[in-house]
């Protein structure tokens, strides 16, 4: 099992930035694959950015190129947005995702943090 926890959502003007974290436990070892997901009001959850454990080969969705930047940092199992240049459509909740081993889907996940962006 894996344990993730989000933090640093909040409520920022449109332009502005906001850094998301993720922090991993438990047996982060079979971890391949972590990624960002959210989910607005009324919606159906969208990917948002993903990066290989290891490698750290990243993925983007085409809305948030360019403004959004993922990182992980290995030694002390946490994963990191960098959200820049933030828009009104960008709020939602925002959640941790992990992939263990050769899963195809994302089976561990966070609670989720919210992040509002006001125009």
């Known amino acids: 099992q894996v344990q993730l926890v989000e933090s640093g959502g909040g409520l920022v003007q449109a332009g502005g930035s906001l850094r998301l974290a993720c922090a991993a436990s438990?047996?982060?070892?079979?971890?391949?694959?972590m990624g960002w997901f959210r989910q607005a009001p009324g919606k159906e959850r969208e990917f948002v950015a993903s990066i290989a454990w290891i490698a750290g080969s990243t993925n983007y969705a085409e809305s948030v190129k360019g403004r959004f930047s993922i990182s992980r940092d290995n030694s002390k199992n946490t994963m990191a947005l960098q959200m820049n240049s933030l828009k009104p459509e960008d709020t939602a909740v925002y959640y941790c995702a992990a992939k263990a081993g050769t899963a195809l889907t994302y089976d561990y996940w966070g609670q989720g943090t919210q992040v509002t962006v006001s125009s």
């Open positions: 438990g047996r982060t070892s079979s971890t391949s694959r």
